[in-house]
């Protein structure tokens, strides 16, 4: 039999990013032995802050050239207490995301069995979201400056981008994923009242992609107001498209409601496939907890999921989501950030052991 290999760049780099990735392998590892039909080839990568106080970068200077040679990305996290938080995501998420023309980022949000969301009302299976996060300008663009620094007229500016090609590929990606999705149901996401110019092409570009998908029913909420919806009315949502920053803050917002970001998966998809995606827990480094082996793994296998799907694999993927769920059924495996005292060690043993099985 032909087995497939898929090529991995797995890039832990901080915190509990280096705890989770670890996991995330290993139980990647045991999900292509039990499928016998592919396999997964390695490398990995010491991109990190410690890298960078050691050589005053984060990766090298072809880092992200010598990633396209992979099918896939797996990270963890990038972040360190005493390194400036904007020198991390320049030096090495932005500097990987942007030159890769990652422009999708795709962060679905589901109350996962056995998980409580903090919203009363809303049981297992019932806040179903996916959010799209445009993922290569707006507010991320990295447009602006400094002058002046220090004197009285010092000013800075970060100028937001929207382009019409950017809007439009991003937003007919979320017309396409809603249309995918049972309830065939997009929110659009702007602050078209206040910011009159970009979000204002937003909305325009919305409405011409929408011709393209009669049967998409969609709608348009300003980002203040949809706090309040994905709130109160969580079951009116379904695929959910925002700029950079509206969608980076919703997304944490999504996270929590649905019980923990510990929980949280994302994909930087290049959807045109002419390079590698990056798949990754939206947690973050958490040094607060790191070294303590308490980190929730679970964010890193659902993104491993989602890696897998990308990569063509839907049974394995289906699979490692249904152990996922197995797993998060119990109580007793629940790790501190779903108040439970369950350690990152015991989590990915009950995975390796639902994997295994013969019943999955
Ligand atoms: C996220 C994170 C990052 C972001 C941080 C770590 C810079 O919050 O992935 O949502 O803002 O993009
Ligand atoms: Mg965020």
């Known amino acids: 039999m032909n087995i497939r290999t898929h090529r991995i760049a797995a890039i832990p780099g901080d915190g509990i ?3 989770v990735v670890v996991a995330g392998l290993e139980v990647l590892e045991a999900l292509a032995d039990r499928e016998g039909t592919f396999r997964f080839d390695v490398e990995h990568f010491d991109w990190s ?28 996290a990038v972040g360190a207490p005493d390194v400036p938080d904007h020198l991390t995501l320049w030096g090495l998420r932005l500097a ?4 890769l023309d990652q422009y999708a980022n795709v962060r679905p949000t589901r109350v996962l069995p056995g998980i409580q969301s903090p919203l009363r009302h809303v049981g297992a299976g019932e806040l179903d979201w996916v959010i799209v ?3 290569s300008e707006g507010e991320y663009a990295g447009q602006g400056g400094r002058s002046h620094p220090g004197l009285p007229l010092e000013v800075a500016t970060d100028v937001a981008i929207f382009t019409r090609a950017g809007v439009e590929r991003i937003m007919r990606f979320a017309f396409k994923l809603a249309q995918s999705r049972p309830r065939k149901l997009l929110t659009v996401v702007t602050k078209s009242n206040a910011q ?17 998908f009669p049967d998409v029913t969609w709608d348009k909420m300003l980002v203040d107001a949809m706090t309040v919806r994905m709130t109160l009315k969580p ?28 929980i949280a998966p994302t994909a930087n998809l290049n959807p045109d496939g002419d390079a590698p995606s990056m798949f ?3 947690h973050g480094s958490a040094f607060d907890i790191t070294g303590k082996g308490i980190a929730n793994p679970v964010a890193t296998f659902w993104t491993a999921a989602m890696m897998l799907e990308h990569l063509g694999e839907r049974e394995a993927a289906m699979r490692l989501m249904e152990a996922i769920e197995r797993v998060t059924a119990d109580p007793a495996l629940h790790t501190p950030d779903l108040g439970g005292r369950a350690t990152t060690r015991e989590v990915t043993d009950a995975m390796l052991r639902a994997i ?3 019943n999955l």
């Open 17 to 19: 990013g280096v705890e």
């Open 356 to 358: 295994r099985g013969r």
């Open 133 to 135: 996060r445009e993922n």
């Open 49 to 76: 802050t410690d890298r960078y106080k050691r050589t005053g970068a984060f990766m090298p200077a072809d880092g992200a050239e010598r990633l396209r040679a992979f099918d896939a990305i797996l990270f963890g």
């Open 235 to 262: 079951q009116t949502l379904d695929t959910i498209v925002a700029t950079n920053l509206h969608a980076d803050i919703l997304s944490d917002l999504a996270a929590a409601l649905a019980g923990s970001i510990g």
């Open 196 to 212: 009159r110019h970009g979000m204002v092409l937003w909305d325009e570009i919305a409405g011409e992609v929408a011709a393209d």
């Open 280 to 282: 990754e827990p939206i």
């Open 96 to 99: 990987i995301c942007q030159p």
